[in-house]
């Protein structure tokens, strides 16, 4: 049969907690070093360790047929997958956040304003949405900086303990979205046999933890 193959993130917010659940869910492997797959021992699988904007294209492509990634990124990615299990961890919401001092009071104000963002495709989903008409100012990072140098009136971004928003002078201002780290897998696998098995030994790892 052929090796299931799940993609978690290589490091960042959600690597630690991916190969805690992994190894709880009793499979023993490497943690990212230096090589890119990490085969495991004692299942029929093996763990790739990618950037987490990858991992969504990379199941829906079948080149991954599992990963674990945050539902903000799936959303930003448009990708059709199969969601298989909420994993409770990765926890943070999508804000829309405004200077301290700012003349923005409705959403409607936002008209003819710019949002710089790091996720223009959900922004731009929930501007139609909201028939609201402003400019979206893609950039990579740094986002919360954009508007006390004058790029923007407005931005979007992850918030989650509001801490970054307010030492640049921030405030948010409408949530637009909630996330936390998912598994899925590519459409039809949830049928797989070790997919199957791998999917209940997680649901009894978060039933246990509840
Ligand atoms: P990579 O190098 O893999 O591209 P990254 O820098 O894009 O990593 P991280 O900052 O590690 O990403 O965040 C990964 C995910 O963790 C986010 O996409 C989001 O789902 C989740 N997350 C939870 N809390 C936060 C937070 N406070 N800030 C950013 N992301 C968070
Ligand atoms: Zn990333």
Same mark, same amino acid.
């Given at each position: ?16 907690? $991916? ?5 709880? !869910? ?5 943690? +990212?070093? !230096? $090589? ?19 991992? %969504?294209? +990379? ?5 991954? =047929? ?13 990708? =059709?997958?199969? +969601? ?12 829309? *956040?405004? *200077? ?8 409607? =104000? ?8 790091? +996720? ?14 402003? #400019?979206?100012?893609?950039? !990579?990072?740094?986002? #919360? ?7 923007? =009136? ?5 918030? $989650? ?5 307010? !030492?640049?002078?921030?405030? %948010?201002? *409408? ?36």
């Amino acid at each position: 049969m052929k090796t299931i193959k799940i993609a978690i993130q290589k490091s960042g917010r959600l690597n630690e907690k $991916s190969v805690d659940l992994l190894k709880k !869910s009793g499979l023993s492997f490497e943690n +990212y070093k !230096s $090589s890119l797959i990490s085969p495991v021992n004692n299942f029929p699988l093996e763990i790739l360790f990618l950037r987490d904007d990858d991992i %969504p294209e +990379y199941v829906q492509d079948g080149i991954a =047929d599992l990963g674990i990634v945050g539902e903000n990124v799936i959303a930003e990615k448009e990708v =059709d997958v199969t +969601y298989l299990q909420k994993l409770g961890f990765g926890k943070c919401s999508l804000k829309l *956040a405004i *200077a301290n001092h700012s003349d923005i009071n409705v959403l409607a =104000d936002l008209n003819g304003k710019s949002i710089a963002t790091s +996720y223009p495709v959900i922004l731009n989903n929930f501007l139609q949405e909201n028939n609201i008409n402003a #400019e979206i100012r893609e950039i !990579s990072g740094s986002v #919360e900086i954009s508007t006390n140098l004058g790029l923007s =009136d407005a931005i979007f971004d992850i918030v $989650s303990t509001g801490g970054t928003l307010k !030492s640049n002078g921030l405030k %948010p201002f *409408a949530e637009v979205m909630r996330s936390e780290a998912v598994l899925i897998g590519k459409n039809g696998i949830a049928k797989n046999p070790v997919v199957f098995e791998l999917l209940q030994r997680i649901q009894s790892v978060l039933r246990a933890e509840q």
